[in-house]
């Protein structure tokens, strides 16, 4: 009776070991060109994630303009972990007080695991010969990009161009006629990247799209559009960052702050960094990035912080109301 007892007390021990391996569920708010490399790392981590801990992790994805994630999130979305397409919209929500001001300490990179830049994607043997920033604003081409009002690729687009601009012209007032003049030729303004690539690619609007280097690549390796789109790389181009980070405050409340942390942390893995390269982000990782490097064209890159400081000067002189966005951007005009 006593050796039954025992053996009671120990199948129960194990009946609530098994109870207690979880599954913890992550909401990860991410902006538009990255659905493809967040569907293949979910899985990937997951994995990682049983074998470290024994508990199932299931990340529910959200999609959109980097802006207006953004302020999903500061209004009540309750997301676990963010990844925008730039620091300003990750600043935004920090402002609320759901993510500590010292979020971009905590990863290496300012917390920007991977990077990318800005290129061209033009229709298939290049008709309107598009090979640089110069070529833009040609009477005869018509470009598509997203809002920057709403979308974080957008303002990389602008600062892309607003920085090729500067360097041609020597001044602010040379940068601003050039892209005063890019969005004239703008045939539709997209709240996202990726309505932007479909406006592009699926309703057969404009002559070149401004892209993220990974989006455009999504689009030259998907098998229904092979072989009718061409990635141009301009001779200069802005180095695109794009941040993440811990919803302190949600990730609390849902207890998923160990989870979420290495969710992101697991993104510079070797691991996480050949994910991120199979879908055309450059990794920060140096070994990965040499795996890799013959993968991406070589230009000349400047980053924000040249421009302007930071993202949050960059933001309030050109894309804040009555910024210079504003000032050059007047439709019917």
């Known amino acids: ?27 990860h708010v991410s902006y538009d060109p990255t659905r493809e490399l967040y569907q ?10 049983k074998a470290k801990s024994g508990d199932d992790v299931v990340v529910s994805q959200s999609h959109g303009g980097s802006g207006k994630q953004a302020r999903a999130v500061a209004d009540g979305l309750e997301a676990d972990v963010v990844s925008l397409a730039l620091a300003y919209d990750i ?3 920090a402002q609320t007080g759901l993510i500590a001001d010292d979020w971009q300490q905590r990863l290496a990179n300012n917390a920007a695991p991977f990077t990318s830049t800005v290129v061209f994607l033009v229709r298939k043997g290049n008709p309107k010969q598009i090979k640089d920033w110069g070529d833009l604003v040609r009477d005869d081409v018509s470009i598509i990009t997203p809002n920057p009002k709403t979308s974080g690729g957008a303002r990389w687009n602008y600062l892309a161009a607003w920085g090729y601009a500067l360097k041609q012209s020597g001044s602010e007032e040379g940068a601003k006629a050039y892209v005063s003049k890019l969005y004239q030729h703008v045939k539709v303004l997209d709240s996202g990247a990726r309505g932007a690539t479909t406006s592009f690619v699926e309703r057969g609007l404009g002559d070149v799209l401004l892209a993220w280097e990974n989006e455009a690549y999504l689009v030259l390796n998907q098998p229904e559009s092979r072989g009718e789109f061409e990635l141009v790389t301009p001779s200069v181009s802005i180095l695109a960052e794009p941040p993440v980070a811990v919803v302190d405050k949600v990730a609390k409340k849902h207890g998923t702050t160990a989870v979420a942390t290495a969710y992101l942390e697991h993104l510079y893995s070797d691991e996480g960094q050949t994910i991120a390269a199979k879908h055309f982000y450059r990794p920060t990782n140096p070994a990965i990035a040499a795996q890799y490097s013959n993968q ?29 966005f ?6 019917g005009r």
Not at 326 to 331: C, V
């Open 326 to 331: 504003d000032q050059i951007y007047q439709p």
């Open 40 to 49: 293949e790392y979910n899985s990937a981590f997951a994995a990682f994630w």
């Open 91 to 93: 600043n935004a929500i």
């Open 296 to 324: 991406f064209s070589q230009l000349q890159l400047f980053t924000v912080k040249e421009l302007e400081g930071d993202w949050n000067k960059a933001q309030k002189k050109h894309f804040a109301r009555g910024g210079l």
């Open 1 to 27: 009776m006593k050796h039954s007892l025992t053996t009671l007390s120990l199948l129960a021990t194990l009946s609530l070991g098994s109870v207690q391996a979880a599954e913890v569920e992550l909401l």
